[in-house]
């Protein structure tokens, strides 16, 4: 991504010139597999007659949650997180825009008038949650309507500067060029890397085979007066399956039940009692 941002530098990106290990690129597609059928199997383990238990059903009160797909993805690949959440009683919507190509034009205008479309609808703010990419953009949401705004779940979003050189800086390169870039894209970028207005939860992976999972970890606060609270949540996760691996969608349900005038911190012994050694709560 640092391409996209670095508007002086016009020459090639180096493949190699950063990001996770090489090894870990490679096994992207296979982890996502497993993790896309763990989650399946998950909620299919739950319950034999139905994919949700009862109590679950009502979880989310029909309260609006968008969701933002990462670079080059599209709702299509949302879809597992975004079933997950409709079935436990949120309002869920895919952003409607097509292919995510980063800051185009068509981006720029339209995710602001389908989020106003979708907020327009409800009597109250609307959750963003964002993959990769879909992260940043959500954050951008954030501090163009915090007062529209509930909350915001980034997953695997390289938001800081020492974040922006990935595995996937060379397609950030090609769709510059084939998709355009809006001239302001370094002003938006700017005001997205800004505190969030609103609570805030990083989702990150250290098995990420795509982005630094440095640049996605955000400076906690614990949402005192003046300041929303911020926190960081670590999975073990591919980059492609934290819309789909069953930690991630545990984690995701568990922040966007909270209620952000009365915030509690996530801790994974609340949520899953020993099921993730190793990782703190």
């Known amino acids: 991504m640092s391409k996209v941002y670095d508007f002086n530098d016009h020459g090639a990106g180096a493949p190699d010139g950063g990001g996770p290990h090489r090894g870990l690129l490679l096994l992207e597609l296979p982890r996502w597999s497993v993790e896309y059928g763990a989650s399946r199997l998950v909620d299919l383990a739950r319950t034999a007659t139905a994919p949700v238990l009862p109590g679950e059903r009502d979880l989310g009160h029909g309260r609006p949650v968008l969701v933002l797909p990462g670079f080059s993805a599209n709702d299509r690949l949302t879809g597992r997180l975004r079933g997950h959440l409709a079935q436990r009683g949120w309002d869920v919507h895919g952003w409607n825009l097509g ?5 185009t034009e068509r981006i720029v205008t339209g995710l602001p008038r389908r989020f106003a479309e979708i907020a327009d609808r409800y009597d109250e703010p ?34 800081r500067a020492e974040g922006e050189r990935t595995r996937a800086t060379g397609m950030f390169e090609k769709s510059r060029e084939r998709h355009g870039i809006v001239a302001d894209a370094r002003e938006i970028v700017d005001r997205l890397r800004g505190p969030v207005p609103v609570p805030l939860t990083a989702v990150w992976s250290r098995t990420d085979g795509i982005v630094p999972w440095r640049g996605c970890t955000v400076e906690e606060q614990d949402g005192g007066p003046g300041r929303a609270p911020a926190e960081n949540v670590e999975v073990v996760s591919s980059h492609a399956g934290m819309v789909a691996n069953p930690l991630v969608l545990s984690v995701v349900v568990d922040r966007l039940r909270q209620d952000p005038a009365a915030w509690r911190a996530f801790a994974w012994s609340r949520l899953v009692p020993g099921l993730v050694p190793g990782i703190a709560s």
Not at 99 to 103: D, E, V, Y
Not at 151 to 157: H, K, M, N, P, T
């Open 99 to 103: 292919s995510n190509h980063g800051l």
């Open 126 to 159: 609307v959750a963003v949650v964002g993959w990769s990419f879909g992260g940043l953009l959500a954050r951008w949401l954030a501090h163009e309507h915090p007062d529209r705004v509930r909350q915001v779940v980034c997953l695997g979003s390289p938001w």
